[in-house]
């Protein structure tokens, strides 16, 4: 089946710093990836969409410079929290979409980024 | 626009007692439906799926679900719950082109003894 693999799966950091999450789809392509936000006991909060070779789309609220995203091949997607604080930690969680199965399961997840800003 | 209502937060069972999650949906179209799974700090697993086909859906697992059109709802059953049934449970609506997915806000499955 479909696997979409997320790293690294948890990563502490002091404030201030950058963060980068990668996000491949390991046995097809990803036209579309999608970046989520969890916080904790809450439901998942999408972030923003991510199609290969053009730029992300994001959520109303969601801040662009702070959150980039770069979709860079059919496999691969990142996810850079850029100066970090301690409000930006959360659980990340991305997915795929694989245009050939999509009526058989609309996004493939993986399998998520605890990040702790110190 | 679409969206989701699962009214319970929590849900607790016994071991072998039958599991219902409710889920009421809302959509000015005929809906696409999931249940998905997430297990702690871990990512999303499809359960089922309703995609204007069948309307009773049987999902992994044990796991079924209805669509019922003249209620909007979507429950989630199982006869016989396990204890690695526990885990975060989301019905989850989609757009007519599968382009975003609107979560519910999840309903927390406790199997106990």
């Known amino acids: 089946g479909a696997v979409v693999s997320q790293h690294p799966s948890w990563v502490i950091c002091k404030s201030g710093t950058s963060v980068k999450i990668e996000c491949r789809s390991l046995?097809?392509?990803?036209?579309?990836m999608f970046w989520y936000r969890q916080f904790p006991k809450q439901s998942l909060m999408l972030m923003a969409t991510s199609n290969e070779g053009s730029k992300a789309t994001y959520e109303q609220g969601v801040e662009k410079d702070k959150f980039l995203i770069n979709h860079a091949s059919l496999t691969l997607s990142t996810l850079t929290v850029t100066s970090a604080h301690p409000e930006d930690s959360s659980f990340y969680i991305c997915?795929?979409?694989?245009?050939?199965?999509?009526?058989?399961?609309?996004?493939?997840f993986g399998d998520g980024t605890r990040l702790s800003i110190l | 626009a679409q969206s989701v209502t699962q009214l319970d937060s929590h849900v607790s069972v016994s071991e072998g007692t039958p599991v219902l999650l409710r889920c009421n949906y809302s959509?000015?179209?005929?809906?696409?439906l999931f249940w998905y799974v997430q297990h702690p700090n871990k990512g999303l697993q499809l359960l089922l799926k309703y995609t204007s086909a069948a309307t009773l859906v049987k999902g992994i697992n044990g796991f079924e679900a209805e669509f019922k059109k003249s209620e909007t709802s979507f429950h989630l059953t199982k006869p016989s719950a396990h204890m690695s049934d526990a885990a975060e449970y989301f019905c989850?609506?989609?757009?007519?082109?599968?382009?975003?997915?609107?979560f519910g806000t999840g309903t927390r499955l406790l199997v106990s003894p």
């Open positions: 046995d097809f392509q990803a036209t579309t």
């Open positions: 989850v609506v989609s757009d007519a082109g599968f382009q975003k997915l609107v």
């Open positions: 959509s000015s179209y005929s809906p696409s």
């Open positions: 997915s795929a979409r694989d245009k050939k199965g999509i009526f058989d399961q609309p996004q493939h």
